[in-house]
């Protein structure tokens, strides 16, 4: 079965730092470029992050720039949050691109990515 797991997610105090990770299953990861969503209460999902196939490309939303870090290694793409806010809170997925969107400059959106996970829950309260 061909599809993305995320874990990582946890209750965390405004201020504070989680990493995520996506690792792949059925398929190679290293092929795909890979986007971070966010999906809060209420709100449609919308593309934070993206890195390409290679690492050399990455994408950030204006509400995480500064603050997120995408990174990635053969297996594994990472996504380092730091000074966490409430409204960073939501359901974290990742999905994969394989025609590389992001390092054409491209900012991710729901329906270029494919494999999707069933998420990994981000609550950042205190």
């Known amino acids: 079965q061909v599809h993305l797991v995320e874990s990582g997610g946890a209750l965390v105090q405004p201020g504070g730092s989680r990493r995520l990770s996506c690792t792949a299953s059925?398929?190679?990861?290293?092929?795909?470029?890979v986007g971070w969503f966010r999906q809060a209460p209420g709100k449609e999902r919308e593309g934070i992050s993206a890195?390409?196939?290679?690492?050399?490309s990455t994408y950030y939303s204006e509400s995480v720039k500064g603050r997120f870090t995408i990174s990635r290694d053969k297996n594994t793409v990472y996504l380092q949050m730091n000074s966490l806010k409430p409204e960073d809170t939501g359901v974290y997925y990742c999905?994969?691109?394989?025609?590389?969107?992001?390092?054409?400059?491209?900012?991710?959106?729901?329906?270029?990515?494919?494999?999707w996970g069933q998420g990994t829950q981000v609550i950042v309260s205190s």
């Open positions: 999905g994969a691109d394989y025609s590389d969107l992001v390092a054409k400059g491209v900012a991710p959106e729901v329906q270029e990515y494919y494999y």
């Open positions: 059925g398929f190679r990861l290293a092929d795909f470029a």
């Open positions: 890195i390409s196939s290679n690492g050399d």
